[in-house]
């Protein structure tokens, strides 16, 4: 599907990721600020290079419902701290025990388990300060912190999710177990980045559903992809160790559907995701756009 804009969508998406990176920049304490041990730590994985597809989502969503609300992008960060806590805890041995991640040393393999797992909670702390410190209503700011610490919680948040795939290592492929881990690991963060969009601009309820819809459709694609390429690409292509699912005996889309209809379920998802942002017209081109980039992408 092809859409007019302004900017080419890559040129774009490296545009939202400079504007995240230098809010993320303002955020966090500095690593001369003391203790500067913690603040390193915090900075090497915040800034070794992610995609920032959360926070530019939740962006993306806000500016799909009104143009560019003071200070979405705070709002935005916080995501991203949420999602940075989650990777340097997932990396540490007790969990995937991995080497790489974004093509750099994981943080524990830099730092040490125990000052990883500081960074962790102290990036996870920190996107909840972020929030409570927004400058909207304070009912506008109790729905973002009960969106996201939901999204990122034990019942069908992401902790809840990671459970689930941590216990269900060795079991027989089941579609059931698949979608309850993917839906609540994945998906629900990525459901928030649209959802807290929403909020933050002020939606309207059908275009909270719509959106909030979009999001869950794209959850779903980012994570079909993700075990997707973990099958197809190399080490050096993901930035991080491939082939894991596979030899810790993970549930994932591969190997319950094989690879030829997890590639159709992503463009499925995909479709569905342009077909609820119809309503909006031409101010959801750039979620129309990133949901391509999402299903295309190599990394």
Excluded: W
């Amino acid at each position: 599907m092809t859409f007019p804009s302004i900017l080419p969508p890559r040129e774009y998406l490296g545009q939202q990721q400079r504007l995240v990176d230098a809010e993320l920049d303002r955020l966090v304490p500095p690593e001369s600020a003391p203790p500067e041990t913690i603040h390193r730590a915090m900075r090497y994985s915040l800034f070794a290079g992610g995609k920032r597809i959360r926070p530019i989502l939740c962006m993306e969503a806000a500016h799909t419902v009104c143009d560019a609300p003071d200070g979405v992008v705070a709002a935005a960060c916080s995501l991203e701290l949420i999602h940075t806590y989650s990777l340097i805890h997932d990396d540490l041995p007790a969990l995937d025990n991995d080497d790489y991640r974004r093509g750099k040393l994981t943080n524990h393999k830099v730092f040490g388990d125990a000052m990883a797992i500081l960074a962790g909670d102290a990036l996870l702390t920190l996107a909840f300060q972020v929030l409570a410190e927004l400058p909207v209503s304070g009912d506008r700011r109790a729905r973002l912190i009960a969106e996201l610490s939901t999204a990122a919680g034990t019942v069908g948040g992401m902790i809840g999710g990671q459970v689930a795939d941590l216990e269900g290592e060795g079991k027989p492929p089941d579609q059931q177990l698949l979608e309850t881990i993917h839906r609540a690991k994945t998906g629900a963060l990525l459901r928030a980045s649209l959802r807290m969009g929403a909020m933050y601009a002020g939606a309207t309820e059908e275009q909270y559903r719509a959106l909030s819809c979009y999001g869950e459709h794209m959850g779903l694609a980012f994570q079909i992809v993700d075990d997707i390429l973990d099958v197809e690409e190399s080490s050096e292509a993901l930035g991080k160790t491939a082939g894991k699912d596979a030899q810790q005996q993970k549930i994932t889309f591969p190997a319950v559907y094989g690879l030829p209809t997890s590639r159709s379920m992503a463009e499925a998802e995909c479709e569905h995701a342009h077909r609820v942002l119809e309503g909006f017209g031409p101010r959801a081109v750039r979620l129309h756009e990133l949901a391509d980039l999402i299903v295309r992408r190599k990394s």
